[in-house]
Every structure is written in C-alpha cells, then in structure tokens.
C-alpha cells in the first residue's frame, strides 16, 4: 500500500468500525475493521453474504431503504440500526453509512459504527421485530 492509500484508511477507520462494499444484489463483496466484534465472523467470512444478515431482521427494511434509489455520488447516513442478534439474543446498536462512487457503481461502500451509547445510556437492547426507534424509546 502506498502512503496515500494508509492515509485513506486511516480516515475511513476515524469513522467507522467496519467498512464494506456490496454489489448490486446486496451481496459483501469487500470487508475490513471489525468484523468479529460486530458481526461475529471474520472480513473474509462476511464476503459472499447478504449484507442484510448484519442487521436485526427489523431493521432489514430500514437498510433496504437507505440504498434504494441511492445514485451516483450519493451519501446518506449515518442511520441508527440495530445489528444482527449475538449468541446472547442481544443486538447491539449501530449507525450505518452508505456511499456511492460513481467510479464503482453500482456497487456502494458502506460504513458501520458501533453506538456509543443510546439515548437510553446503552449500546446494546434486546433483539426486537420492531424498528430501532421504538427498541430505543421504549428502554
């Protein structure tokens, strides 16, 4: 790698816990940061799976809906998410990125952080078939 590209890393890591690409149909086709942390398998293992399987399925159709219609050179984000549930049955709460260059598309580079704390004072909530918003007011 080259300084720039350390650079680049650098910024990006400044950001986010976990950075990654999907294709057109959803699929992880890069993954670097903290893949285990956050979605309990490595960069490589995330790689060839649905990006959908990293968020509790309630919040499935928020992500779904941050990337549709998303067009070249667009950003939006970050938008609070629950993750996928950990073997405890508790999710952690996340903000998730999304980006699309226009020099990649159609694929999009994403970038998820883990919360730091809720505004009910918590990083984590149990697994909910109900939308963030209402895991977080309801805490």
């Known amino acids: 790698m080259t300084s720039d ?5 650098g910024l990006a890591f400044a950001t986010a ?22 979605a309990g398998h490595s960069e490589e293992a995330l790689v060839g799976r649905s990006w959908n399987q990293l968020f509790a399925p309630g919040d499935r159709p928020l992500a779904e809906a941050l990337i549709a219609g998303l067009m070249d050179g667009e ?28 020099q990649l598309s159609p694929r999009i580079s994403c970038a998820l952080t883990l919360a730091k704390r809720s505004a009910a004072g918590r990083r984590t909530a149990p697994c909910s078939a109900a939308p963030i918003s209402r895991v977080w007011s309801d805490h």
Do not use: K
């Not at 590209?5 to 890393?9: D, V």
């Not at 816990?17 to 956050?38: K, P, S, Y």
């Open 17 to 38: 816990d976990l950075l990654f690409e999907i294709d057109g149909a959803g699929t992880v086709q890069f993954a670097a940061g903290a893949g285990n942390r956050i």
């Open 75 to 102: 950003r939006r984000g970050p938008v609070d998410i629950q993750l996928a549930a950990e073997a405890n049955g508790v999710c952690q709460l996340g903000g998730l990125s999304v980006f699309r260059l226009p």
């Open 5 to 9: 590209s350390f650079r680049f890393l």
